[in-house]
């Protein structure tokens, strides 16, 4: 009679962790490398004892030919969450890696401590300036939040795979270059004119040493460009931030 209860207990406990662990590792600054995995089982753990006394008592307990299969949906959906936020900081890292080539600093790569991998100057210095608002912005409560209320609306072994659920999917890590490009494009639309004008001061007065202050002009004017911009980023942030949030929710409610 003791064995039935723990068992379902332990179960449950698991289910909720598959889910949180997935969500830790693929979101934004909590899946970061440079925070250890040991703080991240921590943390898995503690959210897991933390959300079992509202939502344990759901949670059927599985078979055991069906734990694998919900274990592998399970992580899947926490991961899914994790990806769907996390496409904000991968257009903007697509932003940073053309920038940087339009600004003349593709040669310039420092590590990057989040992905632990050499990146331009330019994307890393989009990628903190974006984390610090993620962080002010309290988007990680946000994620903690969501991956909570999920088990409500898509309990634990109730998600289908459908193909509406997979044309959502695609559509939103499509809309990954869209969400690149509208970063970008006040300084690429810069510079290109900034090509164009050189290119015809260079057809006008051959003369001229274009190929000596083409770089620097450009670089100088896609500094100032970037700088003038940054104030709305914030406004620009919080709207996308929300927007991949409403598609993770969308992800889930259409595997349901």
Same mark, same amino acid.
């Given at each position: 009679?003791?064995?039935?209860?723990?068992?379902?207990?332990?179960?449950?406990?698991?289910?909720?962790?598959?889910?949180?662990?997935?969500?830790?590792?693929?979101?934004?600054?909590?899946?970061?490398?440079?925070?250890?995995?040991?703080?991240?089982?921590?943390?898995?753990?503690?959210?897991?004892?933390?959300?079992?006394?509202?939502?344990?008592?759901?949670?059927?307990?599985?078979?055991?030919g069906g734990w694998?299969?919900?274990?592998?949906?399970?992580?899947?959906?926490?991961?899914?969450?994790?990806?769907?936020?996390?496409? +904000?900081?991968? /257009?903007?890292?697509? #932003?940073?890696? @053309? %920038? *940087?080539?339009?600004?003349?600093? $593709?040669?310039?790569?420092? =590590?990057?401590?989040?992905?632990?991998?050499?990146?331009?100057?330019?994307?890393?210095?989009?990628?903190?300036?974006?984390?610090?608002?993620?962080?002010r912005m309290d988007?990680?409560?946000?994620?903690?939040?969501?991956?909570?209320?999920?088990?409500?609306?898509?309990?634990?072994?109730?998600?289908?795979?459908?193909?509406?659920?997979?044309?959502?999917?695609?559509?939103?890590?499509?809309?990954?270059?869209?969400?690149?490009?509208?970063?970008?494009?006040? +300084?690429?639309? /810069?510079?290109?004119? #900034?090509?164009? @004008? %050189? *290119?015809?001061?260079?057809?006008? $007065?051959?003369?001229?040493? =274009?190929?000596?202050?083409?770089?620097?002009?450009?670089?100088?004017?896609?500094?100032?460009?970037?700088?003038?911009?940054?104030?709305?980023?914030?406004?620009?942030?919080?709207?996308?931030?929300?927007?991949?949030?409403?598609?993770?929710?969308?992800?889930?409610?259409?595997?349901?």
């Amino acid at each position: 009679m003791i064995a039935l209860p723990l068992m379902a207990i332990i179960g449950a406990a698991l289910t909720i962790g598959v889910r949180l662990t997935g969500l830790i590792l693929f979101a934004p600054f909590l899946g970061s490398m440079a925070i250890p995995a040991r703080i991240k089982a921590i943390f898995v753990l503690a959210m897991t004892l933390l959300l079992y006394p509202t939502i344990g008592h759901e949670i059927a307990p599985p078979t055991l030919g069906g734990w694998p299969m919900l274990v592998f949906t399970e992580f899947l959906i926490g991961a899914g969450m994790g990806i769907a936020t996390n496409l +904000v900081f991968e /257009a903007v890292q697509l #932003a940073g890696q @053309v %920038l *940087g080539v339009q600004m003349g600093y $593709s040669l310039v790569n420092i =590590l990057d401590p989040q992905s632990q991998i050499d990146t331009t100057v330019v994307a890393l210095f989009y990628q903190s300036i974006v984390m610090l608002l993620f962080l002010r912005m309290d988007v990680h409560y946000w994620l903690l939040r969501a991956v909570g209320n999920s088990f409500l609306y898509l309990p634990p072994g109730s998600a289908h795979l459908t193909s509406l659920f997979t044309l959502a999917i695609f559509k939103t890590v499509g809309s990954l270059f869209g969400i690149g490009i509208q970063i970008a494009a006040p +300084v690429m639309a /810069a510079t290109l004119a #900034a090509d164009v @004008v %050189l *290119g015809l001061l260079g057809k006008a $007065s051959p003369q001229m040493p =274009l190929m000596l202050l083409g770089p620097a002009i450009k670089s100088l004017l896609g500094l100032g460009i970037l700088v003038a911009t940054l104030k709305y980023w914030p406004d620009l942030f919080s709207r996308l931030f929300l927007d991949s949030m409403a598609k993770a929710e969308q992800l889930l409610h259409l595997a349901s």
